[in-house]
């Protein structure tokens, strides 16, 4: 069984709080599920299932299964495993135009870090370099994580 690396990076890139990113390691499926979905599934029932919207019932299904079988999924890298902000000022630093550096650097200082770098990044032309940068870190954030988990990849 090989996991779809592109598939890994889109769930850590899109990871948001109340949602955990799965992968289920018989299948080489990779879900997405939210705290909601896993209360409500400890306690729905088959009738209750069939009255949802069908995209609910897809959550359900999948939140029932990972519940079921919770010891065949491993846990995608969140945030807190791989420090967004650091990638920032990996970033910077890896600019060869001191004003740009400061600028930038000036911008993550504080609350709001996040959308002034942006911000600024887009004003200085520079936004395509920072996601092609942001890219390459999930990308070296998702093939250590398989290599440090013993899943196998597939490009």
């Given at each position: 069984?090989?996991?779809?690396?592109?598939?890994?990076?889109?769930?850590?890139?899109?990871?948001?709080?109340?949602t955990g990113a799965y992968v289920n390691l018989k299948t080489g499926e990779v879900v997405s599920i939210s705290e909601e979905d896993l209360r409500d599934?400890?306690?729905?029932?088959?009738?209750?299932?069939?009255?949802?919207?069908?995209?609910?019932?897809?959550?359900?299904?999948?939140?029932?299964?990972?519940?079921?079988?919770?010891?065949?999924?491993?846990?995608?890298?969140?945030?807190?495993?791989?420090?967004?902000?650091?990638?920032?000022?990996?970033?910077?630093?890896?600019?060869?135009?001191?004003?740009?550096?400061?600028?930038?650097?000036?911008?993550?200082?504080?609350?709001?870090?996040?959308?002034?770098?942006?911000?600024?990044?887009?004003?200085?032309?520079?936004?395509?370099?920072?996601?092609?940068?942001?890219?390459?870190?999930?990308?070296?954030?998702?093939?250590?994580?398989?290599?440090?988990?013993?899943?196998?990849?597939?490009?």
């Open positions: 069984m090989k996991v779809n690396l592109q598939e890994i990076i889109d769930h850590i890139e899109m990871q948001f709080e109340g599934a400890e306690v729905i029932d088959e009738q209750e299932i069939s009255e949802l919207p069908d995209w609910r019932q897809v959550n359900m299904e999948i939140a029932i299964e990972f519940i079921e079988h919770e010891d065949d999924y491993e846990a995608l890298p969140t945030e807190m495993d791989y420090n967004a902000y650091g990638m920032m000022e990996r970033f910077i630093a890896t600019l060869i135009d001191d004003k740009q550096s400061a600028i930038l650097d000036d911008a993550i200082r504080g609350k709001g870090a996040f959308r002034r770098f942006k911000d600024k990044a887009a004003d200085l032309g520079l936004l395509e370099a920072w996601y092609r940068y942001q890219g390459q870190c999930y990308r070296e954030i998702a093939i250590e994580w398989c290599e440090i988990k013993g899943i196998t990849y597939k490009e």
